[in-house]
Structure formats: C-alpha cells, structure tokens
C-alpha cells in the first residue's frame, strides 16, 4: 500500500474529505518524524512504538575492491510493533 491507496482508505474508513485525509496523514507523519528527530519515542498502544537507536562506527569491507571502509556512527528510525498489532497480523 503506498501513501495515495492509504490516503483513499482513510477517507472511506472515516469520511473525511479526501483533501482532510492528506492533511491528517501529513500531520501524523510530520508529528511523528520531529519527535523522533528530538530524540523522543513515541507510543500508539495497541499499533507499536517510533524510537531512535545509535548505530555505533564500525569497519566494513567493499565487496568489489576487499578494501576496509570505515562506517561512521549514526541513528536510525525503528518500528516496534505492539501485541495487538502481531496477534492481528498472526490471526
């Protein structure tokens, strides 16, 4: 599902106007990504949790050449789902 066929399935869950649901849709993403981005975790109980995780430096090697490369540290967005999302999904 990409984010036009999500937008349509809102508009038929809730009867927003499909204008509405972008705005709503644009709104839960942009909340969600400046909280993240403040190093906040955010919760939706029953749905699963947004939280950032340190990816510590680290040395790789190129596949083509053999060369070792240095990775630099970095943060990462991750999604972890909540039981009621996994006993859905499972059912």
Do not use: C, H, W, Y
């Given at each position: 599902?990409n984010?036009?066929?999500?937008t349509?399935?809102?508009?038929?869950?809730?009867?927003?106007?499909?204008?509405?649901?972008?705005?709503?849709?644009?709104?839960?993403?942009?909340?969600?990504t400046?909280?993240?981005?403040?190093?906040?975790?955010?919760?939706?109980?029953?749905?699963?949790?947004?939280?950032?995780r340190?990816?510590?430096?680290?040395?790789?090697?190129?596949?083509?050449?053999?060369?070792?490369?240095?990775?630099?540290?970095?943060?990462?967005?991750?999604?972890?789902a909540?039981?009621?999302?996994?006993?859905s999904?499972?059912a």
């Amino acid at each position: 599902m990409n984010k036009a066929e999500l937008t349509t399935a809102i508009v038929k869950k809730t009867g927003f106007t499909k204008k509405d649901a972008e705005k709503a849709l644009a709104a839960v993403t942009e909340v969600i990504t400046e909280a993240l981005s403040a190093g906040e975790k955010v919760q939706v109980v029953g749905f699963g949790s947004f939280e950032v995780r340190n990816r510590p430096a680290r040395v790789a090697r190129n596949p083509r050449t053999g060369e070792q490369i240095q990775i630099e540290a970095s943060k990462a967005p991750v999604f972890k789902a909540g039981k009621a999302l996994k006993d859905s999904v499972n059912a």
